[in-house]
Nanobody, 121 residues
Framework: QVQMAESGGGLVQAGGSLRLSCAVS????????MAWYRQGPGKQRELVAA???????TYADSVKGRFTISRENAKNIVYLQMNSLKPEDTTVYYC???????????????WGQGTQVTVSS
């Protein structure tokens, strides 16, 4: 079993900052890609940022220069530092990870439960 525990969401004023964390625990041999997605009401889930096991990163155009994704491989944690937040960043954020549970198993994709980020104007 693999568990994904997110934290760090909340309410912040426009221009402020928040840092999201997602700790992956359980039966883990290795973690490949880790990512943050977000999904607003009635909208499709969209990729916010992703990071490979080697540290290569990808960002949605809407967050480039404002958000930074990072990870601590030894602790199986992925972070999303969000600066210069805008009201349009308001939504639920989900962490995502490709996890290999044993040396012989395939990669499986897991989602966190979601954390609400609200940016007031």
């Amino acid at each position: 079993q693999v568990q994904m525990a997110e934290s760090g969401g909340g309410l912040v004023q426009a221009g402020g900052s928040l840092r999201l964390s997602c700790a992956v625990s359980g039966s883990i041999f290795s973690i490949n890609n880790m990512a943050w997605y977000r999904q607003g009401p009635g909208k499709q889930r969209e990729l916010v940022a992703a990071i490979t096991s080697g540290g290569s990163t990808t960002y949605a155009d809407s967050v480039k220069g404002r958000f930074t994704i990072s990870r601590e491989n030894a602790k199986n944690i992925v972070y999303l530092q969000m600066n210069s937040l805008k009201p349009e960043d308001t939504t639920v954020y989900y962490c995502n990870a490709d996890v290999q549970q044993t040396r012989l198993s395939i990669l499986m994709n897991y989602w966190g439960q979601g954390t609400q980020v609200t940016v007031s104007s």
